[in-house]
Structure formats: structure tokens, C-alpha cells
């Protein structure tokens, strides 16, 4: 079946350095990937999506190119805040699942220090 | 801007209870999911739910486990008999349509954190 892994955290970091948070996935087809984010106390939010190979999804300086290729969707942001501190879930849909399954990996925790 | 809720954020209760976590999905919204996630672990499916049926769902949600829509409001997760390996954050989520090819987005409220005794 579908499955996502993403780096292990926590991930801390100085403000204003660069992020990368890896993400590979294994799926059959075509699958649809994502990046949420949980901040302290909430639920999950769509950060950014990425639909068909080579698409580049981005949102609030977050970026990720969808790579079948290599089958990865790795997030990036050129210069983090102290705002973006939060959990970041890499997710997937599509593939051997229905499409209304989301397929999440563990989540990786983000640290960033002033 | 609407959002998801989940009551109550946090549940305790005694093994073999039944329990009812609540949610209010946005209010235009058809499709219905609830997740969980066991500490440590990652967010799994357990079913999705349109026009007052289960869509699909996974190997999790057995006989212990019930959806309903018992009003137009809300979307409520049964579980019978709860067991210690039952708890995990539990969040609910909608999206206004199908998300055929994972396009349409699904949107997930702050979590209900049950705990098993």
C-alpha cells in the first residue's frame, strides 16, 4: 500500500536559516502529495500541494517540486522564522488508495530560535 | 474563516466505556474523515463518510468504531468498548467535494486527545 516517511525530529534551527525537511513516498499511479502543518494547539493545515510530476507547490516562502523520479517531495524555505516553528506532516493521496484517503507520515517537529 | 471544531479536546475514560468524540465539520462541506494519532505514530485513516454512508475505510475501523451524522451539524466517532490501545488524538476533517485526484483540500480541526485507562 501507500506509504510516506519523512525525517525524524526535531529539526532546530536559527532564524533565518534555510530549511529542508525530507519527504519520500511509495505509491503506484499517480498519487497527489501535500505538506501540513500543526501549529501548537491546532489542527492540521494544507501548507502547500503538488497534483502531477514536476509540479512545484508553494505557499508562505514553503516550497516543493514533486519528484517521481527520485519519488520525493522534500519542503524547503530559504529563511525561516520563529513563527514557523510547528510540526510538519508529509502526505500523500491517491495511488493504491482511494483518493479520500490521506496517507501521512509521522511528522517532523521544526525549532526555530531567535 | 470557518473552520473544523472538535469537542472535547481532551477525553478520559475507563477501559470498556463507550465514547462519543463530537466534531462540526465547515458548513458547506459534504465529505467527512476522521484520523488518529497514536503518540509517536503517524496520522492514520479511518474512514470517510458522504451522504450518510461510510465512503471507505480502513482496516482500523472495525466493529468497535461508528460514524453518524445525527443532525445536520454534527459528525460524530463512536467508540463501544474502548480498549488502552484506543488512545491516540483523534481529528476530524471535511472538504466540500470528492477530492478526486487529491485535489480538492481537506480541512482538519484541532484534535480530540483520548485517553484510555
Known amino acids: 500500500g501507500n506509504s510516506v516517511t519523512q525525517m525524524e525530529g526535531p529539526v532546530t534551527l536559527s532564524e533565518e536559516a534555510f530549511l529542508t525537511i525530507n519527504c519520500t513516498y511509495t505509491a503506484t499511479g499517480y498519487p497527489s502529495l501535500f505538506w501540513y502543518v500543526q501549529y501548537p494547539g491546532e489542527g492540521l493545515q494544507l501548507l502547500l500541494k503538488a497534483t502531477k510530476a514536476d509540479d512545484k507547490g508553494s505557499n508562505k516562502g514553503f516550497e516543493a517540486t514533486y519528484r517521481k523520479e527520485t519519488t520525493s517531495f522534500h519542503l524547503e524555505k530559504g529563511s525561516v522564522q520563529v513563527s514557523d516553528s510547528a510540526v510538519y506532516f508529509c502526505?500523500?493521496?491517491?495511488?493504491?488508495?482511494?483518493?479520500?484517503?490521506?496517507?501521512f507520515g509521522k511528522g517532523t517537529m521544526l525549532l526555530v530560535s531567535p | 474563516e470557518p473552520e473544523v471544531t472538535q469537542t472535547p479536546s481532551h477525553q478520559v475514560t475507563q477501559m470498556g466505556q463507550e465514547v462519543i468524540l463530537r466534531c462540526v465539520p465547515i458548513s458547506n462541506h459534504l465529505y467527512f474523515y476522521w484520523y488518529r494519532q497514536i503518540l509517536g505514530q503517524k496520522v492514520e485513516f479511518l474512514v470517510s463518510?458522504?451522504?450518510?454512508?461510510?465512503?471507505?475505510k480502513s482496516e482500523i475501523f472495525d466493529d468497535q468504531f461508528s460514524v453518524e451524522r445525527p443532525d445536520g451539524s454534527n459528525f460524530t466517532l463512536k467508540i463501544r468498548s474502548t480498549k488502552l490501545e484506543d488512545s491516540a488524538m483523534y481529528f476530524c476533517?471535511?472538504?466540500?467535494?470528492?477530492?478526486?485526484?487529491?485535489?480538492?483540500?481537506?480541512?482538519f480541526g484541532p484534535g480530540t486527545r483520548l485517553t484510555v485507562l
Open positions: 476533517a471535511s472538504s466540500e467535494a470528492l477530492p478526486v485526484r487529491g485535489i480538492i483540500t481537506q480541512y
Open positions: 502526505a500523500l493521496s491517491g495511488g493504491n488508495s482511494g483518493y479520500s484517503t490521506l496517507t
Open positions: 463518510f458522504y451522504n450518510n454512508e461510510i465512503s471507505e
